[in-house]
C-alpha cells in the first residue's frame, strides 16, 4: 500500500523554466514532508522540507507548496538548472513519534540545456 | 557526503546465500534506517533502530534481520537470497530530535 504517491515518473524541462513536481499522500497521519534528490551511484540528499502546520516554505530557487485539504504536495524549482537532472523522491512522515519515512517512488527531472 | 557510510558499495552472491551490509551513521545520530529500492521503484522502508532498540518495522521479509550496535553502527543481515532481494540497500541516520534523514551511498546487492 503505497501511503505516498508520485505519478509522473519522469519530467523534462527547458533550463530556465519551472519545474513542478507533484506528489500526493493518503494517511491524513503525516505531519512532515520532505523532497529529497537523488543522483545515479548515490544516495538521496535532503533538499527541502515543510511541516503540516504551513503551506508554504521557500529555499532559494526552490519552494515546497502543501494542500492538506487535497493532501498533495508540490515542489517548483524557478529556474530549472541543467544541474537539477536528477531523481526527486517525496517523503512523508508520521505523528507516531518513530521518525519513520515513507517515500514515493520518485520523479525522473531532466532539465534541457 | 553525508557522513553515513555503508559497506560494501557492491556486493554479488548466490541464491541461497546470507549477507550482511554495514552502515556507520553521522557522529551524534541514534536513528538509523533501512531502505531497499528495486529496480524502477521506490525507497520501501525495512527497519528503524534507535540507539540500540528497534523502533519501527516496514515492509521486512522474515529472511531479514538487522541490529544495532553499542557504537551505533547497524547491520542489516539478509539470508536464504533470491533474485528478486537484488536492490540497493540504502542506510539512513538521524538525531531524534530531527526529522532529516542522511541517507548513506547504498549498497548494490546482485544474487545471481
Known amino acids: 500500500d503505497q501511503q505516498v504517491k508520485q505519478n509522473s515518473p519522469s519530467l523534462s524541462v527547458q533550463e530556465g523554466r519551472i519545474s513542478i513536481l507533484n506528489c500526493d499522500y493518503t494517511n491524513s497521519m503525516f505531519d512532515y514532508f520532505l523532497w529529497y534528490k537523488k543522483y545515479p551511484a548515490e544516495g538521496p540528499t535532503f533538499l527541502i522540507s515543510i511541516s503540516s502546520i504551513k503551506d508554504k516554505n521557500e529555499d532559494g530557487r526552490f519552494t515546497v507548496f502543501l494542500n492538506k485539504s487535497a493532501k498533495h504536495l508540490s515542489l517548483h524549482i524557478v529556474p530549472s538548472q541543467p544541474g537539477d537532472s536528477a531523481v526527486y523522491f517525496c517523503a512523508a512522515r508520521d505523528q507516531t513519534g518513530a521518525n519513520n519515512l515513507f517515500f514515493g517512488t520518485g520523479t525522473r527531472l531532466t532539465v534541457i540545456p | ?112
Open chain 2, 1 to 112: 557526503d553525508s557522513g553515513v557510510t555503508q559497506t560494501p558499495k557492491h556486493l554479488i552472491t548466490a541464491t541461497g546465500q546470507r549477507v550482511t551490509l554495514r552502515c556507520s551513521p553521522r557522529s551524534g545520530d541514534l536513528s538509523v534506517y533501512w531502505y531497499q529500492q528495486s529496480l524502477d521503484q521506490g525507497l520501501q522502508f525495512l527497519i528503524q533502530y534507535y540507539n540500540g532498540e528497534e523502533r519501527a518495522k516496514g515492509n521486512i521479509l522474515e529472511r531479514f534481520s538487522a541490529q544495532q550496535f553499542p557504537d551505533l553502527h547497524s547491520e542489516l543481515n539478509l539470508s536464504s537470497l533470491e533474485l528478486g532481494d537484488s536492490a540497493l540497500y540504502f542506510c539512513a541516520s538521524s538525531v531524534a530530535s530531527n526529522t532529516e534523514a542522511f541517507f548513506g551511498q547504498g549498497t548494490r546487492l546482485t544474487v545471481v
